[in-house]
């Protein structure tokens, strides 16, 4: 019913800058909370960030400072700015919303996009 598609993620150098996004479509009557989460190998995945629909977001202590979540609600698309990287942040980064359905509210995931940082 909601399909996530992110783009834009890649290889670069430690203290580079990547810019996520992620655009959902489908059949839904709203998208509610949006964010992003990374998987890395051998870790469990986590919370990167998150924003609500009217805009207040929420971030992982250890990228506070250098990554900015944003959405724009009339094209159902957020975007994860990434600043200052360093090899820790390599994971696959997967985009999550919360969308209001027929008869129900579910979460989403996309397919993920690998997000490489070389030291």
């Known amino acids: 019913q909601v399909q996530l598609v992110e783009s834009g993620g890649g290889l670069v150098q430690a203290g580079g800058s990547l810019r996520l996004s992620c655009a959902a479509s489908?059949?839904?009557?709203?998208?509610?909370?949006m964010g992003w989460y990374r998987q890395a190998p051998g870790k469990q995945r986590e919370l990167v960030a998150s924003?609500?629909?009217?805009?207040?977001?929420n971030y992982a202590d250890s990228v506070k400072g250098r990554f900015t979540i944003s959405r724009d609600n009339a094209k159902n698309t957020e975007y994860l700015q990434m600043n200052s990287l360093k090899p820790d942040d390599t994971a696959v980064y997967l985009c999550?919303?919360?969308?209001?359905?027929?008869?129900?509210?579910?979460?989403?995931w996309g397919q993920g996009t690998q997000v490489t940082v070389s030291s």
């Open positions: 489908g059949s839904f009557l709203r998208i509610n909370a």
């Open positions: 999550w919303s919360n969308a209001d359905v027929p008869f129900t509210t579910r979460d989403y």
């Open positions: 924003i609500s629909r009217g805009g207040s977001t």
